[in-house]
Each structure stands twice: as C-alpha cells, then as structure tokens.
C-alpha cells in the first residue's frame, strides 16, 4: 500500500511515532527557557538596544547622519533592504513551491523558514522607513485621497508598486504561516498544564478540533494559499528589481535583473535558512527531523541558485560589452576594475565560486563547512546589492560629481538594528512557538519512515493492513 | 460552531490507517457517523465520511475577481480622471504599468478573503473553545470517531460492538 522508494533515506530518522513527534517538539515550547536561551536573547537585546539608540538618532538628526552624498544617494539603506527581502524569500520558497511540487521534506524545515521570512522582512521594511528620513510620513505612500495634498501616488512607479508587494507579501505571508500555526497550537492548548498558557495558547488556536471537514478545507485553502504565494514571492522580488532596472542608471538599466534578483534572494534566504536550522536542530535536539537529508537538500539548492546567479553575472558582463553603449560597458568594467574592486570580486568569490563547492557529497555533507559557506553567501549577497547599488552610482555622468561613499556609524548601527531585531524575534519565536510543523510531519511519518509502518501509532501490534477497501488509499493525493 | 447537545459514543483509534478504513465499514454497516477528528489530515477521510467537497475554491475565485476590480478601479479612475497626468510621456490611463498593482490586490483580497471564510465557515474564532471536545489526544496521536446517538437507530451496544470491531481501542460515551 505504501511504497517507499528503497534509495531515499527515510525523511524523519529515529523510528518516531506521532507521540514521539508531539513530545520532541513541544518539549522546548513548555520547559522554562534555557541557560543558552537566556544568553542568546539576552545579546539580541543588547544588539538590538544599540541598533535602536543609533536608529533613534538617525530619525532625531535625519539622514545627513548617514556616509550618504549627492552622488551616491543611497547606499546601506537600499542594500540592507534588498538583502533581507531577498532572505526572506526562501521561507515562501519552501512553504508554497515546494508544497505545490509535493517535495515532503520541506514539512520539517517549513515553520521556521517561514517564520524567517516573516522577520526578514520586517527588517527590510525598517530600512524602507529609515531611507524615508521623515518616517512618520511613511503613510504618503499609500493611495490615499487627496486630503494630504490634492494629489495621488504615481501608479506608474515602480517604488508605489513595491509599497503593494511587499505589504501584500508580508500580510499573506503571515496569514499563511499563522494558518499553519493553529493545528500546532491546538496540540499545545491540549496538553497546558498552566492556565496562562492554555489561555493563550487556547484563544490562538482559534477553537481547531482537527475534524476531517476542517482538515479537508484546511488542506485546499493551504494548497490555494502556496498556488497565490508562488507567483507572489516572484512577483516581489521581480518588483523589488525594477526599482533599478526602470530606472536609465547605466549598471540598472538591464532587463535580466528580475530572474537574477529572484534566484538571488533564494540563493540568500536559503543560506540563511541553514544558518538558523543548523544552530536551531542541535540547540533544540532535533537532529532526528532536521537530518543531513535535509541538509544536503538545500545544499542542492543553494548550489543551483548559485549558479543561476553566475550566469546572470556573467551574462550582464557580455551584454554590456556586446550591447555597445558606453557608459554601460563603463559601468560594468568600472566595477571589475574601478575603485570598488574588491567589493565586486568578494561578490564573485562569494557567490559564483563558493557554492560550486558543494558539489562534492562529502562537503554538503558536513554541517561545519555548510554553515560555513552559509555565511559565506550571506555575505556575497549582501555585497551583490552592495555592487550593484554603490558603484552604479558613484561615478555620475559629470566626473566633477564622481563620489565615494563610506558608511559611517549610523551606517553600520542601523543594520545591526536590524540583526538586532531578527535574532531577537527569531528566538521569541523559537521559544514560545513549535519550531517544526507537528501535523505535517506526522502526516508525512509514515510514508517516509525507516520504521516498521506498524510501530508509528506507537503500538507493536499487527494490524490489518492491504486487505481491503483500495479505494481509501491515504496516498491518493 | 454549533453547541453540542445530547449523547455521543467516541470511538478512538490509534491509527490513520485503521480509521481510515473503519469509515466505510460502519457505514455500511449503518452507523451514521458525526464526524472524525485527527491530529493531521487524512486524505480521503472526508469523501469516506461523505462530506460534500468544499466550496472555499469558489468564494476565493471570487474574492480574486473583486481584488482585481478593486484595483483597476482605483488606479484607473485616480491615474485616469480624478487628477489626469501624462507621466513619461504615456496615456493617463495605462494599463502595462498597472498590472503589478492589480496582481498584488487580487493576491492580497484572494488571500484575507479566502482564510475569513475558512474561519466562518468552520466557526473558528478566538474563544470559541478551549479543547476538543471529545477526546484531548486527538491533537496528539490519536484518531477519535464521534457518533451521536441520537441520530442512530442501533442501539449503544450494536454501535460500540461495531467500533470495536472496525479496530477502535476505545470506546467511551460523551454526554453534553
């Protein structure tokens, strides 16, 4: 009845049953928060206490604080931005692609992928308020009537069409993991020994019993919410890119940058993902559902992204020398070899050559080279933007108005603001929610375990399995 | 959600499988079953139980359809009429550049509108309840059958014989 393909490692390893699944996973939401825990918050509070005194200073004095300068208009800001948008796509990824190509691994991984996309762009969305200057103007953006000053916002623009992907993004995304979240929370509410966190766990939860007519509804608006999602987390970095590239800024101007700037953002937000999942499974012993399988995955992944975007690199370089305008082969060979040279080759060394390194097994294999190499990309990411953002600008049409820029510290503080905020948010998450998605693992246990299929229910009796009503076949998806 | 009145066998079984294939049997039997509760989905549980399949697919057809209006009306009637612009040397009203913009609103009411009605229509809410119903495990690692007794005709004894001959470890009676 249920066959399972004799050359795949078994997805969840250790021979768990659904009470297994249920105990590991709840164990950290309802023991009190570790020593480690306490450090770990403890410093993104510091982190973020810093990040919030330089932003706070930022908004007080306004943005002649920043290394910004009327040729290079933005620098950090914009960087910092696409950077963690760019993150936070991999989350959207694994929770809606991979569950509309039926791809069962994503079930251990998808909670916390999600919750990273979630925080990855709240962090964008502080650098969108920040580069404002005024924030509390932030709502101009919005369609609003003409009360604020007879006019509306320019439909036409890109940076309108933004406003609307990355509000809708972060509204359905949040929608998406929250809905994922109520079996999960049910399963808490339903074994709370303390009052408050029944309460609170209870009123979450929203009611769920778990009935087959909810779970039917609940599967069919989860497969509508991934079919609405995929071209979503397209569509934002798509638009996030065109920001650039409808602007005539030579380094821009190129019509490759939406499938570029997408493969990208995956490219970051998987590494990121497995930055999170490698600390996350062995601080919180999950090595069983978080296995190498997993690990080598996204590995995979990462390494096809990767190469996407050195293609993209490569094929941005020829068309700016075959294309023949000259101020657009200026800019590209001005980033090879111009002042900012080291920023464009740690992009290349980063991006193009480090992921190349896992074609070998034996190196996506190994969870310290992994992590590794995580950070790695996570920095040629950000010096991507960096490149494509600074050095297109630096040079302005006039040499009189050729500009460098250098950060200064409201810079630096107000991205490690945004380390600050994500680090913190992400352990309140990991603390006080199921870090892996307990009905979906249970529902993929089965067919995907190394175990006896009679053992999962937790009891060793033989049952009747394969005799009759095919019809009622549990893998019919 | 309804409140519960009356009196209730809870059949629990300890497998997805098992009640998977109980469903049918009891049907055939003709036991009338309210529903079965699970600590994930099972597929092809709510076609064995009869449940009519769902029609949330065309409330969010819907939803999507009105996002799409919504936004073209907006753009169109700002852009075209309210306060007429001629940016970049193109039509006041052109549609290219409004295409983003109206696939992020239908997305973005497709999706509210989509997820309100599967809380409407399941009655969930905050504080509607606190705990399943009939049995707490089955959040955990357990399959709960609820029959309500008063739309049975066989007797408690037929119904609980029947339960535990479909592969239920357990059979206990709720009352409301």
């Known amino acids: 009845m249920h066959v399972t393909s004799p050359v795949r490692e078994p997805l969840i390893q250790g021979g768990k049953t659904y009470a297994d699944v249920t105990e590991d996973i709840c164990r950290h939401v309802e023991a009190t928060?570790?020593?480690?825990?306490?450090?770990?918050?403890g410093l993104s509070l510091i982190v973020l206490a810093y990040g919030s005194v330089c932003l706070a200073w930022t908004w007080w004095e306004g943005l002649g604080v920043w290394g910004l300068n009327k040729t290079v208009g933005w620098a950090w800001d914009i960087t910092n931005f696409v950077w963690w948008v760019g993150i936070g796509h991999a989350g959207t990824l694994i929770s809606a692609i991979l569950l509309l190509f039926r791809q069962k691994w994503r079930t251990s991984i998808n909670r916390a992928a999600e919750a990273m996309t979630i925080f990855a762009v709240i962090c964008a969305a502080s650098f969108i308020l920040?580069?404002?200057?005024?924030?509390?103007?932030?709502?101009?953006?919005?369609?609003?009537?003409?009360?604020?000053?007879?006019?509306?916002?320019?439909?036409?623009?890109?940076?309108?069409w933004d406003v609307f992907a990355i509000s809708t993004y972060f509204s359905v995304s949040l929608v998406f993991w929250y809905i994922g979240l109520i079996p999960d929370l049910a399963t808490i509410r339903d074994r709370a020994t303390?009052?408050?966190?029944?309460?609170?766990?209870?009123?979450?939860?929203?009611?769920?019993?778990?009935?087959?007519?909810?779970?039917?509804?609940?599967?069919?608006?989860?497969?509508?919410?991934?079919?609405?999602?995929?071209?979503?987390?397209?569509?934002?970095?798509?638009?996030?890119?065109?920001?650039?590239?409808?602007?005539?800024?030579?380094?821009?101007h190129t019509t490759i940058f939406p499938p570029y700037f997408v493969a990208g953002a995956i490219f970051s937000g998987f590494a990121m993902v497995q930055n999170l999942m490698l600390i996350t499974r062995v601080v919180y012993k999950l090595e069983d559902y978080i296995t190498l399988e997993h690990i080598e995955t996204m590995n995979k992944v990462i390494t096809?992204?990767?190469?996407?975007?050195?293609?993209?690199?490569?094929?941005?370089?020829?068309?700016?020398?075959?294309?023949?305008?000259?101020?657009?082969?200026?800019?590209?060979?001005?980033?090879?070899?111009?002042?900012?040279?080291?920023?464009?080759?740690?992009?290349?060394?980063?991006?193009?050559?480090?992921?190349?390194?896992?074609?070998?097994?034996?190196?996506?294999?190994?969870i310290t080279f992994t992590f590794f190499i995580s950070v790695i990309v996570?920095?040629?990411?950000?010096?991507?933007?960096?490149?494509?953002?600074?050095?297109?600008?630096?040079?302005?049409?006039?040499?009189?108005?050729?500009?460098?820029?250098?950060?200064?510290?409201?810079?630096?503080?107000?991205?490690?603001?945004?380390?600050?905020?994500?680090?913190?948010l992400f352990l309140l998450f990991s603390k006080y929610l199921p870090v892996v998605n307990m009905a979906e693992v249970k529902a993929v246990l089965r067919s995907t375990s190394a175990q006896m299929p009679a053992k999962i229910a937790g009891v060793a009796k033989v049952r009747q399995r394969g005799t009759a009503e095919p019809a009622y076949n549990k893998d019919q998806e | 959600m309804a409140e519960l009145s009356g009196k209730y066998l809870v059949g629990v079984y300890d497998d997805d499988d098992t009640v998977l294939h109980a469903v049918p049997k009891l049907r055939k039997a003709g036991v009338k079953i309210k529903e079965v509760y699970s600590p994930f989905p099972i597929h092809g549980l709510d076609e064995a139980l009869g449940h009519p399949r769902t029609r949330i697919g065309i409330a969010a057809f819907m939803f999507g359809v009105t996002g799409c209006c919504v936004a073209l009306t907006l753009m169109i009637w700002t852009m075209g009429y309210d306060w007429p612009m001629i940016i970049g040397g193109k039509d006041p009203i052109s549609i290219p550049n409004y295409i983003p913009i109206t696939f992020e609103l239908t997305v973005l009411f497709t999706a509210f509108g989509m997820v309100t009605t599967f809380f409407i229509s399941n009655g969930l809410g905050p504080g509607t309840h606190f705990h399943p119903r009939f049995d707490v495990r089955s959040t955990d690692n357990k399959f709960v059958m609820a029959i309500d007794m008063s739309r049975n005709s066989m007797t408690e004894d037929e119904i609980s014989r029947a339960l535990k001959d479909s592969g239920a470890e357990e059979v206990n009676i709720k009352q409301f």
Not at chain 1, 33 to 41: D, G, L, N, R, S
Not at chain 1, 329 to 338: I, K
């Open chain 1, 33 to 41: 928060p570790t020593k480690e825990w306490k450090i770990a918050f």
């Open chain 1, 130 to 160: 920040m580069h404002m200057g005024r924030p509390w103007m932030a709502y101009w953006a919005l369609p609003l009537p003409n009360a604020f000053g007879s006019l509306w916002v320019n439909f036409n623009s890109p940076l309108v």
């Open chain 1, 194 to 252: 303390s009052k408050v966190s029944r309460f609170m766990y209870g009123t979450f939860a929203m009611g769920w019993d778990g009935s087959a007519k909810t779970w039917a509804r609940y599967e069919y608006i989860s497969l509508i919410l991934a079919g609405l999602s995929t071209p979503l987390v397209l569509s934002v970095h798509t638009i996030v890119s065109m920001d650039f590239a409808t602007s005539v800024i030579p380094g821009w």
């Open chain 1, 304 to 366: 096809l992204t990767g190469s996407v975007v050195g293609v993209a690199y490569i094929t941005e370089f020829f068309i700016a020398w075959y294309g023949g305008v000259e101020y657009e082969y200026y800019a590209f060979f001005n980033r090879m070899t111009g002042p900012y040279w080291w920023a464009y080759w740690a992009m290349m060394t980063c991006n193009v050559i480090s992921p190349q390194l896992f074609w070998s097994r034996k190196l996506r294999r190994s």
């Open chain 1, 378 to 424: 996570n920095i040629g990411m950000w010096f991507e933007r960096f490149v494509i953002i600074v050095t297109s600008l630096h040079r302005d049409y006039i040499p009189s108005s050729w500009a460098m820029f250098s950060p200064t510290r409201y810079d630096i503080g107000d991205y490690i603001f945004s380390f600050g905020l994500f680090f913190t």
